[in-house]
C-alpha cells in the first residue's frame, strides 16, 4: 500500500509543493521526507537505466534506447537531467565504456559542456544525483565538477535566504557554506537555526570552532560531557600526544615513532596482533574506533575476542555500543571490566553530501577533547588500494576492496566530503601526518578527485551493478 502512495506521491506532486507540504510530510515515513537524497536503490536505477540497452565492450548497443531509459528515470525521480542535453548525455553514456586513456577527450568535452550551464541550472540536489552516476561509473574527474556545481547552487540558494531553517535542506545548504569556507555566510545562517534544531546546530558549533581554530580549548561550552565514559575519555587524553594508525598498506617502517607517542589510537582492531609489527605498524593500541560492520562482525566471532590492550573502544551507533556491550560483558575475565566503551557523536549532521569514513569521524571525536596533537600514519584517503590483511571482513585482496570502495563513494562516503574536512582540521593544524598523508593534503580537491581516478577508474566502466567491478580489468585496461 505504501509502496504505490510513495511511487503516486512523487510521480504526481511537484517538488516545490513537496516542500511546501509540511503537515503530509511529518506523518510520512523518513525516507519520504528525504526524497531529494539519492538512496542506493535510486542510484541502482540509474545505473540500471543505462545498462539495460549497453554492451560491456567497447561501446553501447542502442544509444538512442539507453538514453531514453536514462531521461524517464530523471523524470520518476523529478530530476531534470534533460537540461544538459541529448549530445551531453550520449557522449557520457559513450564515456563510461571506455578505459582512462581512450575516453581522455570525451571525459574533457563533458567537463567543458558543463561550462554551458549555470551553477543555478538544476537544484544542489540535483547535481549531486547525477554527481552518484558519475562517481558510480568511476568517472571521478566530472563528478568533481558536478560536484562543485552542487555546491554552488547550494550557496546561491542559500544567499537568496527564502528557505525556513526548520526545513530539512537548511542543514544541507549551511554544510555547503561551510565546506566551501565561506565563513561570514555560513556565521550568518547557523543564528537561524535557533533552538529548532539543537543537535545540528551544536554539530555546526564545533565545525565554525574548528575553522576559527579554537579547538579544544572553546569546545567546553558544548554538550558533549554526557556521560562518565565521555569524563573518563577527556581524562585519558588530556594533553597526550597521539600517533593515529590507518589500515593502508606501508612500506615505511614507522613503528618505533608510532610506539612512541603517549597513546596510539586504531580503527576497527578487533585481535590482537592483527594489523600490528615492530617494523611497521607498531605494536600498541590504546584506542579503538569501531565501526558499525566491524562491529556485527566482532559479536558474531565465537569465542569473542578483543585484545586487552585496548583502554577505551569507542562506537558510532547506539545499537551497535549496546550489541558490543551485551557480548562483551559476558566474557568471565577481569578484562571485561576494565575496558571502558562509549559511543562518538554523530558528525553526519554537519556534513554538505554523504556520511564520514572511520578515520574522519573518529578524528572529529577526538578533537572534541583536550589533546596536545594527533599525528597520522598509513591513511591517505584511499590513494593507496590494499588494506593489511584482516582489517575488513571477506575482503583479502585488491579486487575486493577497489569494489569495497566504488560501491562506498558512489553510495554513502564522498570523497570530496572527508577530504574537505580532513583538510579543513590540517589547515587549522589540529593533525599532521607522515609523507604520504601531507602529500595528499598539498594536492587540492580537483587534484585529489583526478588521482582517483587514475586508480580506480577503469574498474568502474560498464559492468553489473551487483557484481564485482574488477572483473572487467583484463578488458578495459
Known amino acids: 500500500m505504501w509502496k504505490y502512495f510513495i511511487y503516486l506521491y512523487r510521480l504526481l506532486i511537484p517538488v516545490t509543493w513537496r516542500d511546501q507540504v509540511k503537515i503530509i510530510q511529518r506523518t510520512l515515513p523518513s525516507w519520504i521526507k528525504k526524497s531529494k537524497q539519492l538512496q542506493m536503490r535510486d542510484l541502482e536505477r540509474y545505473y540500471q537505466s543505462v545498462l539495460d540497452q549497453s554492451s560491456p565492450l567497447p561501446a553501447l548497443k542502442k544509444p538512442d534506447l539507453a538514453l531514453a531509459g536514462l531521461m524517464d528515470t530523471f523524470r520518476k525521480m523529478q530530476v531534470r537531467g534533460e537540461l544538459l542535453g541529448n549530445a551531453w548525455w550520449t557522449d557520457f553514456l559513450h564515456a563510461i565504456t571506455l578505459n582512462n586513456a581512450e575516453g581522455s577527450e570525451l571525459q574533457l568535452r563533458l567537463q567543458q559542456g558543463l561550462a554551458n550551464h549555470s551553477d543555478t541550472a538544476l537544484q544542489y540536489w540535483e547535481w549531486l544525483h547525477l554527481t552518484k552516476i558519475a562517481l558510480k561509473f568511476g568517472l571521478f574527474d566530472l563528478a568533481y565538477w558536478l560536484r562543485l556545481k552542487a555546491r554552488n547552487s547550494a550557496i546561491s540558494t542559500l544567499k537568496k535566504q ?96 608510532i610506539d612512541g607517542y603517549d597513546l596510539v589510537v586504531r580503527c576497527n582492531y578487533k585481535e590482537a596482533g592483527i594489523g600490528t609489527d615492530s617494523d611497521i605498524k607498531g605494536l600498541r593500541c590504546d584506542i579503538s574506533y569501531f565501526n558499525n560492520t566491524q562491529t556485527r562482525s566482532i559479536c558474531e566471532s565465537k569465542p569473542l575476542q578483543v585484545p586487552e590492550v585496548i583502554k577505551f573502544a569507542v562506537f558510532r551507533a547506539q545499537t551497535s555500543l549496546q550489541k558490543f556491550r551485551k557480548a562483551f560483558l559476558q566474557l568471565d575475565t577481569c578484562f571485561a571490566g576494565q575496558l571502558i566503551t562509549r559511543l562518538s557523536e554523530n558528525y553526519s549532521l554537519m556534513l554538505f553530501e554523504g556520511s564520514l569514513n572511520a578515520i574522519p569521524n573518529a578524528l572529529c571525536d577526538l578533537l572534541r577533547f583536550d589533546t596536545d596533537s594527533i599525528k597520522i600514519f598509513h591513511a591517505d584517503l584511499m590513494l593507496t588500494v590494499d588494506r593489511f590483511t584482516g582489517y575488513t571482513p571477506g575482503v583479502e585482496n585488491s579486487a575486493k576492496h577497489i569494489d569495497v570502495f566504488l560501491k562506498s563513494c558512489a553510495g554513502a562516503h564522498d570523497p570530496l566530503t572527508q577530504y574537505a574536512l580532513l583538510k579543513l582540521m590540517h589547515s587549522a593544524k589540529k593533525i599532521s601526518g607522515d609523507p604520504a598523508f601531507e602529500r595528499v593534503m598539498q594536492l587540492g580537491e580537483a587534484s585529489y578527485m583526478k588521482e582517483l581516478q587514475q586508480i580506480y577508474g577503469n574498474f568502474a566502466r560498464v559492468g553489473p551493478f551487483s557484481g564485482s567491478c574488477y572483473q572487467l580489468i583484463t578488458k578495459s585496461c
Open 162 to 257: 527564502d528557505l525556513n531553517p526548520a526545513h530539512p535542506g537548511f542543514r544541507t545548504l549551511l554544510a555547503a557554506a561551510a565546506e566551501a569556507g565561506e565563513w561570514d555566510l555560513f556565521r550568518a545562517n547557523l543564528n537561524r537555526l535557533g533552538f529548532v534544531a539543537k543537535n545540528e546546530k551544536n554539530a555546526f558549533l564545533f565545525l565554525q570552532r574548528l575553522a576559527l581554530k579554537r579547538l579544544p580549548n572553546a569546545h567546553r561550552n558544548l554538550p558533549i560531557f554526557k556521560v562518565h565514559a565521555d569524563n573518563r575519555f577527556a581524562e585519558f587524553t588530556k594533553n597526550k600526544r597521539i600517533a593515529f594508525v590507518g589500515p593502508s598498506k606501508s612500506l615505511s617502517k614507522d613503528a618505533a615513532e
